[in-house]
């Protein structure tokens, strides 16, 4: 059974920082792609930041560049995302997902198959 646990969420101030985790367990973590994603509040969910299986290709969206990191650490079958400069507008709940194949770089909504319960990031004025 895959299980992806997040953590890390909370309340910050506009300009602070936030690092989220998100261990998985049920399949062979280094082999597999991952993703941050996030939906606010009458939005779609959207991708965040994508790490290959690799960490050899990452990328982001456009309005968090330069401001928010994706790592993976294989031997803690573990995901993070590293929040700084936060805007009122990075609130949302956040999630992770985990590719549905091995050894790809999955980078659709579609491509991830598991995903977290979510973590309620928000940012304050």
């Known amino acids: 059974q895959v299980q992806l646990v997040e953590s890390g969420g909370g309340l910050v101030p506009a300009g602070g920082s936030l690092r989220l985790s998100c261990v998985v367990s049920?399949?062979?973590?280094?082999?597999?792609?991952m993703a941050w994603f996030r939906q606010a509040p009458g939005k779609e969910r959207e991708s965040v930041a994508i790490?290959?299986?690799?960490?050899?290709?990452?990328i982001y969206a456009d309005s968090v560049k330069g401001r928010f990191t994706i790592s993976r650490d294989n031997a803690k079958n573990t995901v993070y995302l590293q929040m700084n400069s936060l805007k009122l507008e990075d609130t949302a709940v956040y999630y992770c997902a985990i590719a549905k194949y091995t050894w790809t770089f999955a980078t659709l909504r579609d491509e991830f198959d598991y995903w977290g319960q979510g973590t309620q990031v928000t940012v304050s004025s």
């Open positions: 049920g399949r062979n973590f280094k082999d597999y792609g």
């Open positions: 790490i290959s299986f690799n960490v050899r290709e990452i």
